[in-house]
């Protein structure tokens, strides 16, 4: 596709349970992003894929919070044990690469409801 | 202090009016900065880059001031499209390559 597409668009699980979000970045982007949205809130840093580059993790809110990108592609965030807290959109964005003039494109989001 | 802050809002204007925001960052370090929008309930969209000369693309007008440490979005001619919320990033922390985005002010424009 010509765009940033995530899966599943909306996703809904009981506190305590585990999900994986995914994430298919622009073709021929080399960074990608994760970035999580509560409610009426700025943009919440998660996680950043540059390459083949150690990812800078230093976003991730706690040890229950992992992501990984396969083959520097898609990538899958993964959250265990579900907190209430947890619920938020989660947004994923490629880039070009880490230049001086990066533009990030977005993909439409998962929301997540931890119920 | 926040890396990036913005006066969340709203501002509310009359279609036509000239508004501007200002967006304040910590790292003096900072080489790159843009303001995104971001309609209600959509993911956040490019509107355009700062750069140390200024940038202008029709009615908006973006401009960076590095001894005081911040950015400004200026609009002219508001139309009701230019509803949104007006993002600005930076590539904020030391150390740090990912891109910082602050929380955004609101802007309503009205008839």
């Known amino acids: 596709g010509a765009g940033v597409s995530q899966s599943p668009s909306n996703k809904v699980t009981e506190k305590g349970k585990d999900v994986e979000l995914r994430c298919d970045p622009i073709?021929?982007?080399?960074?990608l992003y994760w970035y999580r949205q509560s409610l009426g809130q700025g943009l919440e840093f998660l996680i950043y894929?540059?390459?083949?580059?150690?990812?800078?993790k230093s976003g991730l809110p706690s040890d229950r919070f992992s992501a990984e990108r396969t083959g520097g592609s898609v990538s899958t965030l993964t959250i265990q044990r579900t907190q209430q807290e947890d619920s938020a959109v989660y947004l994923c964005?490629?880039?070009?690469?880490?230049?001086?003039?990066?533009?990030?494109?977005f993909g439409s989001g998962t929301q997540l409801s931890v119920l | 202090r926040k890396e990036v802050e913005q006066d969340p809002g709203p501002f509310n204007v009359p279609e036509g009016a000239t508004v501007a925001f200002n967006c304040t960052y910590s790292?003096?370090?900072?080489?790159?900065f843009f303001w995104y929008r971001q309609d209600c309930r959509k993911e956040p969209k490019l509107l355009m880059s700062v750069y140390s000369s200024g940038n202008e693309d029709g009615r908006f007008t973006a401009q960076l001031n590095r001894a005081s440490q911040y950015i400004s979005l200026l609009i002219r001619d508001s139309k009701l499209s230019d509803s949104a919320t007006y993002l600005c990033v930076v590539n904020g922390k030391t150390g740090r390559r990912a891109l910082t985005f602050g929380s955004g002010t609101r802007l309503q424009v009205q008839p």
């Open positions: 894929f540059q390459g083949n580059s150690a990812p800078d």
């Open positions: 073709s021929g982007h080399t960074a």
């Open positions: 964005a490629s880039s070009l690469g880490s230049g001086l003039d990066e533009k990030l494109f």
């Open positions: 790292n003096s370090a900072s080489q790159s």
